[in-house]
């Protein structure tokens, strides 16, 4: 069993009301250093308010919280000591540039002046925008800004960084490089709790993953055993040509006489079966029909399908009755 000394993240009995809604619902969370823990869920899932009970920029209202053994509320001036928050918008000043943010950040956190324009011209490097470094922020493009904030929340390199959503909105390169920014995050010894609603990205990314739904966590463990959990194994298939999917759906259907999931990503699509013949069958059907494939696969269901037997609907589905930003 590991010792206390190992976790990042304790928290037992969570909730969190707004009015009358329960945006957290008594999550029990534990989350050892030096690891990727990822909370799945769909908008108005309570993934939010938790990070910004864990960040003690909300009191929670009952249950135990605790962050590197500091109690949120009691010490909450030691856990802020020790970790960092990127919201999901970024926080910087737009007027400025992208090293006279930084230079900003780092001369309020005690840095000389020399030693914040040495530390903002490293984050530049490190993060891609050495030039662009003289350029005002409302010039940059979304994954410039997001990379320019990430940089932002570690001139003083935290022991914790919390992840809200950071990839939202932007386009496939930008958010590979955020990947590897949260990578190299890892590497060198901070631990990420991250937040999204991007089923691919929590199996990139996540050593564990929480899933939660209406303020609670209804499942946990490493994407495998997630994965594992629902089942028989599943064929995946993509598509050279998203306008075929319906098609492909039907001939899938129809030849391997299971339902169709269609995947977050637009060309893709999978089905739960674990018999070779009938994956033969339905792949040369699909070549029948005039439907070309670029890849496929048979393994174990995707994290799309895990969440969909969990809850009923997408990760992508927006439960606007249930968000943290209408409960506030």
């Known amino acids: 069993m590991d010792s ?29 250093r030096g690891m990727v823990y990822g909370l799945l ?7 939010t308010t938790t990070i910004r ?42 007027d400025l540039t992208g090293l006279e943010n930084l230079v900003l950040i780092a001369r309020l956190l005690g840095f000389s002046r020399k030693e914040s324009r040495a530390r903002s ?6 993060f891609g925008l050495a030039e662009a470094a003289g350029r005002q922020v409302k010039n940059y493009s979304g994954g410039m800004r997001r990379r320019l904030d990430i940089a932002a929340s570690i001139v003083v390199t935290p022991d914790l960084i919390f992840l809200d959503e950071p990839t939202a909105g932007l386009d496939p390169r930008s958010r590979n490089q955020v990947w ?4 190299a995050l890892v590497a060198g010894g901070t631990t990420v709790l991250l937040t999204t609603q991007y089923l691919d990205e929590a199996d990139q990314l996540a050593d564990r993953i929480a899933v939660i ?37 039907r001939v899938l259907s129809g030849t391997l006489g299971v339902p169709v999931h269609l995947e977050s990503d637009p060309a893709a699509l999978s089905a739960r079966t674990s018999d070779p013949g009938r994956v033969a069958h339905a792949l040369a059907e699909l070549s029948r029909s005039g439907v070309p494939i670029t890849d496929f696969s048979l393994g174990q ?26 409960a506030a």
């Open 53 to 94: 009970v864990l960040a003690t920029l909300l009191r929670p209202d009952s249950g135990t919280v605790q962050v590197f053994g500091h109690d949120v509320v009691g010490e909450a001036d030691a856990v802020r000591g020790r970790v960092s928050l990127t919201g999901q918008f970024a926080s910087v000043d737009e």
């Open 41 to 47: 869920g769909p908008n108005g899932a309570g993934k």
């Open 213 to 249: 739904d209406h303020g609670r966590v209804i499942a946990e463990g490493a994407p495998g055993e997630l994965k594992a959990s629902v089942g028989s194994g599943a064929l995946h298939v993509r598509l050279r040509d998203p306008e075929d999917r319906p098609e492909a759906g």
């Open 121 to 126: 011209h490293e984050l530049l490097d490190a």
């Open 4 to 32: 206390r000394s190992d976790i990042a993240i304790e928290t037992s009995g969570l909730v969190k009301t707004f009015g009358k809604t329960r945006a957290v619902d008594g999550v029990d969370l534990a989350v050892r």
């Open 301 to 326: 269901p995707s994290l799309d399908e895990v969440f969909l037997t969990l809850t009923g609907r997408t990760a992508e589905a927006d439960d606007s009755t249930d968000t943290e930003e209408d």
């Open 180 to 183: 590897e920014i949260v990578r």
